[in-house]
Structures are given as C-alpha cells and as structure tokens.
C-alpha cells in the first residue's frame, strides 16, 4: 500500500525557510512524477513543484519559482521541499503526491493536481508578516 508521509511544516516570520519531507512507501518500483501541492483556506488546491522521477526535471508554479526547490533522494524514497524567502501568502497546508502512470508527467510540467493519484495526509506552513 502506497504511503506518503509529510513532515517539516510549521510556523515562520516572513523571509524565513522551512524543509519539508515527504516520506514514501509501500512501493518496490519508481513512481513516474512526485509533487508538492498546498491548499489554503477557502481556496482550491494548487501545484507547487513537481519533478518527472526518472530525468529529474522540475517544474516550478510562477508564484515560487526562485524561492522554492524540490529535490528528490531515491535512496531514502523521500522528497523534499526547500522553501525560502516565504511569504504570508504561502501559508497552507502542503500536501506531497505521485503517481505510477505515465500521465503523470503532463500534469507535473504543468505543476496540476490532475493525474496524481496517491496523496499524503499534508503538513501546515504558517506565515505571519
């Protein structure tokens, strides 16, 4: 059973960092694309980062390009998120993804939730300014 477990979110002042992780499992083969999505209050869920697994190309949402960069250890199956320069608007709940179908890999150059079809259960950010 595929498992992804997300840890490292908290609380931080504007301008500071934060890493999160996500733990994968339950799985003996690579998965094609992983993610990070986040999800705030009131508003729908949107992409973040995303990495193709195999090529390791990433793919960045306009709004964190430059501050934010995902990062993946095939040894430990985890990923990760380094996330700088945060700001208050980039307080949510951040939630990790994959998929095993070549689909996948549409929605991760697009950053989009579509075709991602194993969750996490999310870890908070909060942002004060």
């Known amino acids: 059973q595929v498992q992804l477990v997300e840890s490292g979110g908290g609380s931080v002042q504007a301008g500071g960092s934060l890493r999160l992780s996500c733990a994968a499992s339950?799985?003996?083969?690579?998965?094609?694309?992983m993610g990070w999505f986040r999800q705030a209050p009131g508003k729908e869920r949107e992409g973040v980062a995303a990495i193709y697994t195999y090529g390791g190309s990433t793919y960045y949402a306009d709004s964190v390009k430059g501050r934010f960069t995902i990062s993946l250890d095939n040894a430990k199956n985890t990923l990760y998120l380094q996330m700088n320069s945060l700001k208050p608007e980039d307080t949510a709940m951040y939630y990790c993804?994959?998929?095993?179908?070549?689909?996948?890999?549409?929605?991760?150059?697009?950053?989009?939730?579509?075709?991602?079809?194993?969750w996490g259960q999310g870890t908070q950010v909060t942002v004060s300014s």
């Open positions: 339950g799985y003996t083969y690579s998965s094609y694309c």
């Open positions: 993804a994959t998929d095993f179908n070549l689909a996948c890999i549409r929605s991760a150059v697009m950053v989009a939730t579509a075709d991602f079809g194993y």
